[in-house]
């Protein structure tokens, strides 16, 4: 950032000595090269890992303002290749490029290239931050929904009666990475008609891994289930999403319940008979 001024200075043979005015001319050093950190959205919202056909924002933010030519590119290596391409100004230190994630699995690597800052330094090939993505196109694996089970008030076993409080639902989740920051979605069902959610799906973090995930569904959230009636017969399942947005429908549980939330009558207790003896 020193920024140089030059003047000439003259002798003559005696050794008088004139110093020449400054020169119009400055020079600034700047021997540092500009450098890109890249970030990523789907929708707004930023990602770690997509799926095929997701279309992924790419945007590119400078460390310095880069001339307008030549325009700033872009290319990737790795699960998914992108030829060089140039990216979409966006301001002197942000250019952004749209992307369509093909098929395979693993690390897409983004690097930079061509553009120049003022001084003429080309940019830094690899990013300082943001320069690998992860294709995610495999889906959660297979698993079977564990135990149904109704809580508070009078539990009878394969029945949800207008006592209970909730039921709560037990999910296998994997030690998968690609679960963290994925859902798990409880989903119900009476006879044989569609399966169709049971509240909203729950947030799975790192924590979440290699265990059971119990879910609770309220009264209202089962009462709201468009199959749901006297005499119907619930079967229930786990649907896992991973963070690139691969679903897995889950096994149904093995455990089903009955609706009966129909109070007996009111009744009056007939005659007392005393019998035997004398």
């Known amino acids: 950032g020193v920024v140089l001024s030059f003047r000439a200075v003259l002798t003559d043979l005696a050794g008088n000595r004139k110093d020449g005015a400054l020169s119009g001319n400055t020079l600034t050093i700047d021997t540092v090269l500009p450098t890109a950190s890249l970030s990523y959205t789907v929708g707004g919202s930023p990602v770690s890992r997509v799926k ?8 590119a933010t400078l460390s310095e303002s880069v001339a307008a030519d030549p325009v700033l590119q872009i290319s990737a290596s790795g699960s998914n290749t992108v030829s060089a391409v140039d990216m979409t100004f966006g301001s002197s230190t ?21 553009a120049k800052d003022l001084a003429g330094n080309v940019i830094a090939a690899t990013p300082t931050a943001g320069g690998i993505i992860i294709v995610d196109n495999t889906a959660p694996s297979a698993f079977t929904t ?5 809580v508070g008030g009078v539990v009878q076993v394969g029945y ?34 569609s ?10 973090s790192s924590v979440d891994l290699s265990q059971d995930k119990v879910i609770t569904i309220s009264p209202s959230q089962l ?29 149904p549980s093995s455990t089903t319940l009955t609706i009966d939330t129909v109070i007996p009558v009111d009744f009056t207790t007939g005659v007392v008979v005393v019998s035997g003896g004398e």
Do not use: C, M
């Open 52 to 59: 095929e056909l997701a279309e992924v924002l790419v945007t």
């Open 195 to 204: 399966y169709a959610a049971l509240g909203s799906a729950v947030a799975l």
């Open 160 to 193: 949800w009666n207008a006592s209970n409080s909730g039921l709560t639902v037990s999910v296998p989740i994997a030690d998968d990475a690609s679960l963290t920051g994925g859902t798990v979605q409880v989903q119900g069902k009476a006879g044989s008609g």
């Open 94 to 114: 942000s250019y952004t490029y749209s992307w369509t994630v093909g098929g395979g699995d693993g690390n897409t690597n983004f690097v930079v290239s061509v």
């Open 146 to 150: 564990g135990v149904v089970t109704a």
């Open 223 to 251: 009462a709201g289930h468009p199959d749901y009636g006297q005499g119907k017969v619930f079967t229930f399942r786990g649907v896992l999403t991973d963070l690139a947005g691969n679903k897995k429908d889950g096994s």
